[in-house]
C-alpha cells in the first residue's frame, strides 16, 4: 500500500482527532450557557485540550509543508498563525473569570473552527480514496499518471 | 429634578401624556395647565400606600429643594426664587410670603382644598438671606404670571447659584430653560400647546461680548449633588427605593429600533444593602409555614405587583403571567376591589423591599460563620511605615464589633520571604508561631488552630496583636512572598470561606505570583499595548481569583506602599471576589494612620452579606446582557459574591429581546440570597416597576443622569482595559454626542433651533458629569497624569461605588468656609456652606477659606489674602510654616471648634471612606496643582477641555451630520 496512502489515513485521524476537540469544547461551552455546567469546571476542561491541539494542528500544518502539499498547507496556516499569536500573548486559555463575557467569541471560534476541520475531513477523505485507488492504479500500470500529478496540486 | 428649575412646573404639565402608559386612570386634564403637579398627585395618591414618602417629598431643611417635590406653581410669583440680591428684598415678617406683584391668581380659582397640603410650606419659601452673591428674583415664566420685569429672557440661573457678580440684567444670559414657554392661555388645551420640552442653551455670540461662547454663569451645574429621580417613584410607588435600585431611564423602549435610538446605556444600578436611614429599614420576613411563595415557572418573589385572583386562590405572576396557586396558608380573601384582606399585614405585598429568610432549600450547606483572615506583610518596608501597628492596634479595638458573635472566626498569617502561620488554639496562653520557608510546595500546619473562634480565643487573639507590632519590628528581611502565602490562604480558608483582608506593602518578589516592575516605560503610553499595563500581568491572580470566589472568600487589599506594588494584578483579586482595593500611597502611620484606621474599622464592622449570589429578573421582552462591577459571573445571570456590603453596587445593561415589547410595564427583580451575620440564610428582594414608552423623548424625559454616568463610567474604565486611554475618553465623548444628536433630531424639525445646544432637563448635568469622568483618575491623560498604581486603584474603586458617590467623586463639593467661621450664629446653623461652588478657579476669592470634597479626602484652600485671624485661630504657630507638613486640629477657639466640627459632620455624613484633610495655600506650587486645580473640572488645564469649550465642542459634533 503506499506511504502515501498511509499518509492520508494518519491525516484522516489526526482531522477526526481535532474536529471532536472542537466539539466536545462546543458542548461545553453550551452546557456553560444553559448553566449545567459551572464556569470552573467548563473551564478547566476546556483549557486541558487547548494546548495539544495547537500541538496537533501545528504538526499537521507542517506535515503538509513538509509533504509539499502546498494547498493544504496554505488553507491550515491562517488557524495555526492565530493559534500560535493567541498562545504568544497567553490568550489561548479560557478566562474563568471573564468566561461569559467571552462566551459567544469562544464559541463563534469554536465553530469556525469545527467547519474548517469538517472541510479538511472531506479534502482528505477524497484524498485518502485517491491515493487508494493510485496504489492500486499505480501498482498495475508501474508508472505515475500525470494528472494524478496534477491532482497534487 | 432639581428644585429651582424653571422647567419643573413644565415636567409636571409633561406628566399627563406619561400617565397614558401607567395603571393610574387617565383624568380630564386639569382646569388649567399651571395646576397640574398638585393634580398628579392627587391621581396618584390613592395608590400610595407607603407610609413614608422619599425623604426627598419633604424639604429636610430650609434650603435645599423646597418644591422638590412639589413646584407648586399655585403660587407663582409667591416664590420669589431668590437667589441671592442685590439687593434682596426684606425677608417677609413672621415668615410670611411677600404680596405679590402682579396679580397671580390664575382666572380660575385655586384647585380643591385637600390639594392644598401639597403646597410647600410657605415658610420655606421664604428666601434664604444667607445666600451671598448676585441674584434677582426669578420671574415666574408664561403662564403663571406676567413677568414683572424684563428678565423673562433669562429665566434661569444655574441652580442656586450666582457664580460672578456681575449684575443680572446686564447679562445676556444665553441660557434659556424654555423657549417659548407654556401657552398662556389656561385651559385644558394649554397641556398640549406648543411647548418645547428640551432646555436649551445657546452657542454663539453673546450679546455685548465679542467672543462667540455661551455664557458661564448660566450653565447647569449639579450643586445639589445627586437628585434621585421622583417621576418613576411617585408613578409606582410600590416600587423600592432609587438606593437600591436606579435605571438609566424608567421609559423602557418599546421597540429595538427605538432602543437603538437610545445610545447612553440602556440599564440599572443596584445597590442591594443600602444603608437605610432609621425607620426606613428592609423588613424581614419568615415564611416557616408556607415557604418562600415564588413563581411556578420564572422564580420571581412574591410582590407588590402580583395579582391575586379566583376568590384569591390564585395569584398572577407580574414578570412572566403565570398563574400560580396560592398555597393554603398562605390564602386570604379578596375585597371588593380585589385585594387581599390582609394587605397591611403582608410588607411583601406592599412595599418593594423585603427581606425573606431562607429555609434550608436555600443552603448547599449550613450558613457559614463570620469569617475574618488577615495576611499581613511584615517585610522591612512594612515595619518602616508603621503600618502594622495601625493595623493591629485597628483590628483589636475592633474585636467587640465584628459581626457574628459568638460564632465569629480569626485567623492571621505574616509573610516576608516565609510565611509564619499562628496557633491561637484556646487552650494556649500565648500563641505559637509556624514558620513555612517551602515556597514551592505550600504546606498549612495545624490547619484547625489557625482559625479559631474569636470568643473562645480572644485572650490569645488579643495577646497577638498586642505583640505583632514588636514581633517584627527589627526584621530586615525585604522580600515578599506574596503568592505563596495566599495560596496558603486560600488552603486554610477553603473549608469555610470568609473576608480575607491583605496589607500589602511591597511588590510580590518572591514564589509564584511573583511580579516585576512596569509601567515605568513611557513609550508603551500610546501604544496598543498600553492597556495590557492595566491588566493583571501573571494568570495566576485572576486564577487565584476565581479559586476564592469558588471557595466564597472575598478579597480586600490594602496596599501602601511608595513604590510601584502593581494593584492592577493584586487588584484583580478584589475585582473577582466582591472586594475592594484601599491604597495608601507612601503610607506613614503619622499622616494616614487616621484614615487607615477609620477605614479598616468600618470594613471590619459594616454589616456584611456572606456567601451571596445577586441575580436580577426582569419581565417578558427584556434581558440583561452585561453586567459591571466587582464580582464574577457565575452562570449567564448569577453574580456570585463571596462577601459583599453596603457599600457597593452593581450595574447592568439590559437589552430587548424581541423587535416589538408586549407589555406596558417591565418588572425588574433583583435578589440577593446571602448568609446574614447571625447566621441566618436571607434573600433580600427589590421589585420595581418601569412604563413600556413608544417615544424617544419620553425616554430622554424619564433619563435618570446619576444611574447613566455610573454606566458610563464602568464602561469607559472597562474599555480601558482593552485599549488606550484616548480611545476610552473618545468613546465616552461620542456616545454622548450621539446621544445628544438624536435628542436635537427629535426636535429639529418643529422648532427653530439655530445655534442652540439643547437637552432634556433630566440630563441637564450629563455634559459636566462626562467632563469630570474624562478627566478623572482612571481616563484622565496619560503617562504622567497618574501613577500607573493610583490609576488602577481609582478604576477598581469606581467600579464598585454607589451612585451618589460616584458623583460626588466626579463634582466634588466646594464650599466657601471663612464667612461662616467668622460668623457669631450657632454652630449648628450649617445653611451657609451648604451653598456648593462651581469647580472652577474663578470661584476662589483669595480672601476666602474653601473646603473641597470629594468624599474621599478634603482639600483646605487658604486664600492669599484670607484674614490672618482665621489662619491663626486654624493653624496656631504653624500658620507661617509650610502646609504640607501641618496637620489640622482643634485648637482652643471658637474658629477652629467650628471647622473640625464641620470637617466631622462631613465625614460623619458618608461614613464609607474617611477623607483625610489636606491644607494648602494659594499659590503654594505644586501641591495647590495637584492637590486642587487639577481638580477643578470645569476649568481647562494641561491640554485638557474647559466645561464651556467642552459643550462648544459637543455643539459642534451634535451638528455634524453623521
Ligand atoms: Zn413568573
Redesign the pocket.
Known amino acids: 500500500m503506499g506511504w502515501n496512502l498511509i499518509f492520508w489515513v494518519l491525516c484522516f485521524f489526526v482531522d477526526l482527532a481535532l474536529l471532536s476537540s472542537n466539539f466536545y469544547q462546543l458542548v461545553i461551552l453550551s452546557d456553560l450557557e444553559a448553566d449545567y455546567l459551572n464556569p470552573y469546571e467548563s473551564s478547566s476542561r476546556i483549557n486541558f485540550l487547548i494546548v495539544p491541539e495547537i500541538v496537533v494542528h501545528g504538526l499537521l500544518c507542517a506535515l503538509f509543508l513538509l509533504t509539499w502539499h502546498w494547498f493544504l498547507f496554505l488553507i491550515t496556516l491562517p488557524l495555526t498563525c492565530y493559534a500560535a499569536m493567541l498562545y504568544m500573548k497567553r490568550k489561548h486559555l479560557i478566562d474563568v473569570t471573564e468566561v461569559f463575557r467571552d462566551l459567544s467569541f469562544e464559541k463563534k471560534y469554536r465553530l469556525v473552527k469545527l467547519g474548517f476541520y469538517l472541510l479538511l475531513l472531506f479534502i482528505i477523505i477524497f484524498r485518502v480514496f485517491t491515493a487508494a485507488k493510485m496504489s492500486f492504479y499505480r501498482s498495475e500500470s508501474g508508472e505515475l499518471d500525470i494528472r494524478s500529478a496534477f491532482l497534487e496540486f | 429634578m432639581t428644585p429651582f428649575s424653571s422647567s419643573g412646573p413644565v415636567v409636571r404639565s409633561d406628566a399627563p401624556g406619561l400617565r397614558l402608559s401607567t395603571p393610574s386612570p387617565p383624568q380630564s386634564a386639569p382646569p388649567f395647565s399651571s395646576s397640574t403637579g398638585p393634580v398628579v398627585r392627587s391621581e396618584t395618591a390613592p395608590g400610595f400606600r407607603s407610609p413614608a414618602p422619599p425623604p426627598s417629598y419633604v424639604p429636610p431643611s430650609p434650603t435645599t429643594a423646597p418644591f422638590s417635590g412639589f413646584p407648586a406653581p399655585q403660587f407663582p410669583s409667591a416664590q420669589p426664587r431668590l437667589w441671592a440680591h442685590p439687593p434682596p428684598p426684606p425677608p417677609p415678617a413672621g415668615g410670611q410670603v411677600p404680596p405679590p406683584p402682579v396679580p397671580l391668581r390664575p382666572p380660575m380659582g385655586f384647585p380643591s382644598p385637600p390639594q392644598n397640603v401639597n403646597y410647600a410650606p410657605p415658610t420655606t419659601n421664604v428666601p434664604q438671606p444667607s445666600f451671598p452673591g448676585p441674584g434677582f428674583i426669578r420671574p415666574q415664566s408664561g403662564a403663571d404670571s406676567q413677568p414683572p420685569a424684563v428678565q423673562s429672557p433669562f429665566p434661569f440661573v444655574a441652580q442656586k447659584g450666582g457664580y460672578a457678580p456681575a449684575p443680572p440684567v446686564a447679562a445676556p444670559l444665553g441660557f434659556q430653560s424654555r423657549d417659548q414657554m407654556q401657552h398662556p392661555s389656561p385651559g385644558p388645551g394649554a397641556i398640549q400647546g406648543l411647548v418645547e420640552d428640551f432646555n436649551s442653551l445657546s452657542i454663539g455670540s453673546v450679546p455685548g461680548s465679542i467672543e462667540p461662547g455661551v455664557d458661564l454663569k448660566a450653565l447647569p451645574r449639579p450643586l445639589d449633588g445627586d437628585v434621585e429621580p421622583k417621576l418613576l417613584a411617585e408613578t409606582y410607588p410600590m416600587n423600592c427605593n432609587p438606593r437600591f435600585l436606579r435605571l438609566t431611564t424608567s421609559g423602557i423602549p418599546s421597540s429595538q429600533s427605538l432602543a437603538s435610538r437610545w445610545h447612553l446605556p440602556l440599564g440599572a444600578v443596584v445597590c442591594p444593602l443600602a444603608e437605610a436611614p432609621d425607620g426606613e429599614e428592609v423588613p424581614v420576613i419568615n415564611f416557616t409555614s408556607t415557604g418562600i411563595i415564588r ?6 418573589y412574591v410582590n407588590p405587583y402580583v395579582t391575586f385572583t379566583d376568590a384569591g386562590r390564585k395569584w398572577r ?1 407580574n ?4 398563574l ?1 396557586d396560592v398555597p393554603g396558608e398562605y390564602f386570604a380573601h379578596l375585597d371588593a376591589t380585589g385585594r387581599r384582606i390582609d394587605l397591611d399585614q403582608r410588607p411583601e405585598l406592599t412595599q418593594g423591599s423585603v427581606e425573606f429568610v431562607a429555609p434550608t432549600e436555600y443552603m448547599v450547606r449550613p450558613p457559614m460563620p463570620p469569617l475574618y483572615f488577615f495576611l499581613i506583610d511584615v517585610s522591612i518596608c512594612a515595619v518602616r511605615s508603621g503600618m502594622i501597628e495601625v493595623v493591629a492596634k485597628t483590628i483589636r479595638s475592633c474585636l467587640d464589633k465584628l459581626p457574628g458573635f459568638p460564632r465569629t472566626q480569626i485567623g492571621f498569617a505574616t509573610f516576608d520571604s516565609t510565611i509564619h502561620f499562628y496557633n491561637l488554639k484556646s487552650s494556649l496562653t500565648q500563641p505559637q508561631m509556624m514558620v513555612v520557608s517551602d515556597l514551592d510546595d505550600i504546606f498549612v500546619p495545624l490547619p484547625d488552630d489557625l482559625l479559631v473562634n474569636l470568643s473562645e480565643s480572644r485572650i490569645v487573639v488579643e495577646t497577638f496583636l498586642d505583640s505583632l507590632p514588636t514581633m517584627f519590628q527589627d526584621n530586615l528581611n525585604v522580600e515578599s512572598a506574596f503568592g505563596p502565602a495566599l495560596k496558603a490562604s486560600l488552603m486554610l480558608m477553603s473549608q469555610l470561606g470568609g473576608k480575607l483582608l491583605i496589607f500589602q506593602n511591597m511588590l510580590p518578589s518572591l514564589g509564584v505570583g511573583r511580579l516585576k516592575l512596569r509601567g515605568d516605560d513611557l513609550r508603551v503610553y500610546g501604544t496598543d499595548k498600553e492597556h495590557a499595563l492595566r491588566l493583571p500581568e501573571d494568570p495566576f491572580y485572576k486564577q487565584m481569583a476565581a479559586d476564592f470566589t469558588k471557595f466564597q472568600i472575598g478579597v480586600n487589599i490594602y496596599a501602601f506602599s511608595d513604590k510601584y506594588t502593581d494593584i492592577a494584578s493584586l487588584g484583580t483579586l478584589a475585582k473577582y471576589t466582591g472586594g475592594q482595593v484601599n491604597y495608601y500611597p507612601g503610607f506613614q502611620s503619622a499622616i494616614h494612620g487616621e484614615k487607615l484606621r477609620h477605614e479598616l474599622a468600618r470594613d471590619l464592622t459594616r454589616e456584611t452579606a456572606w456567601e451571596a449570589v445577586m441575580r436580577i429578573r426582569c419581565g417578558k421582552g427584556v434581558r440583561f446582557t452585561s453586567y459591571h462591577g466587582n464580582f464574577m459571573l457565575r452562570s449567564t445571570d448569577l453574580l456570585a459574591l463571596p462577601a459583599v456590603d453596603c457599600d457597593k453596587a452593581f450595574a447592568m445593561q439590559l437589552s430587548l429581546e424581541e423587535a416589538l415589547m408586549t407589555t406596558q410595564t417591565v418588572y425588574f427583580q433583583v435578589a440577593l440570597l446571602y448568609t446574614a451575620s447571625c447566621g441566618e440564610r436571607r434573600i433580600r428582594v427589590h421589585t420595581a416597576a418601569a412604563p413600556v414608552v413608544a417615544d424617544l423623548g419620553e425616554m430622554f424625559r424619564q433619563a435618570d443622569t446619576g444611574a447613566i454616568v455610573t454606566l458610563l463610567s464602568r464602561l469607559a474604565i472597562e474599555k480601558t482595559l482593552s485599549s488606550k486611554l484616548e480611545d476610552a475618553r473618545n468613546s465616552l465623548q461620542l456616545r454622548i454626542v450621539k446621544a445628544f444628536k438624536d435628542y436635537r433630531n427629535l426636535y429639529s424639525v418643529q422648532h427653530r433651533l439655530g445655534g442652540r445646544i439643547i437637552y432634556p432637563e433630566s440630563l441637564r448635568f450629563l455634559l459636566l458629569y462626562g467632563l469630570a469622568l474624562s478627566k478623572s483618575i482612571p481616563l484622565c491623560g496619560g503617562y504622567a497624569d497618574a501613577a500607573l498604581d493610583e490609576r488602577c486603584t481609582a478604576g477598581f474603586t469606581m467600579m464598585t461605588l454607589p451612585v451618589k458617590k460616584l458623583l460626588k467623586l466626579l463634582y466634588p463639593n466646594l464650599i466657601r468656609l471663612d464667612e461662616y467661621l467668622l460668623k457669631t450664629s450657632s454652630p449648628d446653623d450649617l445653611s451657609s456652606i451648604e451653598k456648593r461652588l462651581p469647580l472652577a478657579a474663578a470661584s476662589l476669592d483669595s480672601r476666602g477659606l474653601y473646603l473641597y470634597d470629594d468624599g474621599f479626602r478634603f482639600v483646605v484652600w487658604f486664600g492669599r489674602a484670607l484674614s490672618p485671624d482665621i489662619a491663626m485661630n486654624l493653624l496656631g504657630p504653624d500658620c507661617a510654616a509650610e502646609l504640607s507638613k501641618v496637620t489640622l486640629s482643634e485648637r482652643d477657639n471658637e474658629t477652629s471648634r467650628k471647622l473640625m466640627k464641620i470637617i466631622k459632620k462631613f465625614r460623619e455624613s458618608d461614613p464609607s471612606y474617611y477623607p483625610l484633610c489636606q491644607l494648602v495655600r494659594q499659590g503654594e506650587q505644586p501641591r495647590e496643582g495637584y492637590l486642587l486645580l487639577k481638580n477643578l473640572v470645569e476649568d481647562p488645564m494641561g491640554g485638557t477641555s474647559g466645561y464651556v469649550e467642552w459643550i462648544l465642542q459637543i455643539h459642534r459634533q451634535v451638528q455634524q451630520n453623521p
Do not use: D
Open positions: 413563581c411556578r415557572r420564572c422564580r420571581t405572576c414578570l412572566c403571567s403565570l400560580n
